[in-house]
């Protein structure tokens, strides 16, 4: 098993070494001149110039590379100039916002869209298969933005339940003791109950936002997967025997058709990680995808080239622990490159 | 052990740490009410304005955590809202000077300390001006505009008396002492953390305040906020009114607003025209709106390509320019007209003031069939998408007008990165832009937006010898304080510009602000940026 999670591993260097390459690319094609953006309002094509140097961006295009590469060998990723801060304290601050945003969100949906498919499979064509359509159908076709606007309208400007959307954090508490940067698991662990019930209601809006966007993708799948396993022989032969019914469904069936569900999920989770830039706008939620937008806008080098090398890593990450789930769930896959 | 032992004990485990929920509850009431929070679009990238790069908000960073020698007075608007005086410079660090005419001598506040405690001292303020002329980019620029360029001029005599020589006789000298750039750093403590090749210690000053400001950053989050505590002894001014600050950024505008009319926040600074509109139609908070001193809207045109290298076709496009729409529908009416005035000749010598041209499409077609092209051209007009909000709309309707005499404009929108660098080159024909100086003289917004010195701020790339003399005699009668030169300079380049038309002004736009009605003590800042401490909450 070790052996073959590791020869999975270098597989996946070559790509990594791509992405580098891309990336660096890339940015340096992009339209924008970050020295005459950075030499600020008064700049003369000198000071121009003078911005230039300092960013080492006078310097021809292999040599950057050179440096640039030699600097992730140590680790470093660069300075932001919007933030004006480390790349990797910028991605380590923010990563960890994101992930526990999207997590939540990508349970809520799961707790939603599997029962919903499930039902819907179990009875196609009754009323819960078309409300399942439609819950899918309306879900996706609202964008992201508009349901988190709308949300805000709704819970915190017209009822004021909801928390005001400035953030993890109501403005009067500070942040846990930072351990994993989950603040919700950060806040437990500091025995800190005040902080986090805080942080869960911040989490409440922009996670039933995401959610309500990633149900229909995971209901679909569910739904599609389980009509095949439910009519499958193996399935009939547990009922001609006599099974409970909640035994042949949740154990024989769910299970088997759980591996195309979880396929979707790890894309939905890349996808939503990166994707959910106008979550973090209309909450203020300090997240990783709202910093890449920023950094691009401003042509901003460094920030763009740890984002993307920064998901490419995760993706990796995350296939490889989908692997590996899938042979948890059904013993027969085998995991090779 | 098992699964559901775990998730048994892992939920006890949560439980209990939920219950010690002490009541801090009531000590918020109270802090609430000494914190001032307030929300922008975005936040600072560096707190120190010698940075390379440093952002608007991180001016404001710059302007609240460091004292200068002087500052600006207030005066009350005719509408009743406070402003800066331009006119009267008020003690800050400095208790008293003197200024001669070839040098300014300044005794320093003997009771004033940095934030860690260390005495300001004239050596201090020696090392920081010799600073600000040697870092290079956008603050050696700025020292420049009132003719500080060399750190012989800067003179510590001893600890409490610091003197600046004159290079030339310059109006704008003194003035220019009193803008954030010549901010007064804690030397000892910079220098502690500066290295050989950052010697002036700029990486130390981006994310940490060294001043003697009446605030001082405490906490930070790039992006998310800016926290401030007041800083107890601050002697240059009267201990600001609010204790804390908490500045966060809310990107989303449609929530800044839900936020302010929700009581949540008390401020939010820099709204949209629109929003501004309806919440003062609403009522709730109160709302303020000041002309931004020295700052214009206009379309430029590129006098060095064809077709408008000819004054004629400036002029026709300047005749059919949809004013009076861009106002109402763009601005919702919260701006300065900048045209409606009875000629284009100037009636006093100060600026921004109104030009003549009007929408008249006769004269627009025939000044255009003159110049040759009654069939109209193809060309593009460009705007900064950063600034999209109002550029694109005001952009649209004048593409619109401009097609009734048969100019066929695309519209070009640049992202904010790259809008910079295409106004550097100079090539775009026709653009929607804004400008504003921070000095509030007609002759400082002439000399960087029509100069043939060609700044990148003269955008049209308008070279004209007879303009350059216009420009450079009302400076020397500014520093020489001839009265009559003075008017007669400024009306003769105002005039020129409006008859020569390469920038044609569209409006003055307002600076505005929502606050909570128990907000009071906000005044307009050149910079336009948050000034917290004339800020009085309840």
Redesign the interface.
Known sequence: MLMMVLKRLATTIPSLIGVVIVTFLLTRA????????????????Q??E??RK??GLDQPLPLQFVRYVGDLAQGDLGT??????RVSA?IA?RLPASAELTLLGLLFSLSIAVPLGVFAALKPGSLIDHACRVIATAGVSLPVFFTG?IL??VF??LL?WAP????RLD??F?APPTVTGFYLIDS?LA?D??V??AALKQLVLPVLTLGIFSIAPIARITRASMLAVLSSEFVRTARASGLAPSTVVITYALRNALLPVVTTLGMVFSFLLGANVLVE????W?GIG??AV?AL???DFAPVQGFVLTMAVLYVALNLMIDILYRVIDPRVRIEA | MKRRDFLKTATATAAVSLLPAPAIRTAWSQSRQETLLFLTESGPNNFDIHGVGTNRPGYEVSWNCYDRLMSYGSKTLPDGTLSYDRDKLVPELAEEWTAGDMSATFKLRKDAKFHDGTPITAKDVKWSFDRAVTVGGFPTFQMKAGSLEKPEQFVAVDDHTFRVDFLRKDKLTMPDLAVIVPAVYNSELIKKNATEKDPWGLEYTKVNTAGGGAYKVTRSQAGTEVVYERFEEWKSGPLPKIKRVIWRMVPSAGNRRALIERGDADISFDLPSKDFAELKAAGKVNVTSTPIGNGIWYLGMNVKKAPFDNVKVRQAVAYILPYQKIMDAVMFGLAKPMYGAASNSASAPVWPQPHGYKPEIEKAKALLAEAGMANGFETTLSFDLGLGVIGEPVSVLIQESLASIGIKATINKIPGANWRGELVKKELPMIVNFFSGWLDYPEYFFFWAYHGQNAVFNTMSYQDAAMDALIDGARKAAAEGDAAAYETDVKGFIDKAFAEVPRVPLFQPYLNVAMQKTITGYQYWFHRQLDYRTLVKG
């Open positions: 992009l339209p924008g001149d970050p020295a005459a953006y950075f030499a600020g309002a008064a700049a003369t094509p000071a121009v003078e911005v300092q960013l932001s100039l919007t933030t004006g801060q910028d601050a606007l805000v309208y915190y400007y004021g005001a959307p400035l953030g403005i009067f500070s437990l025995g109950g005040e986090f019930w706008k209309v909450f203020a300090p709202s910093y920023e806008i401003a042509s």
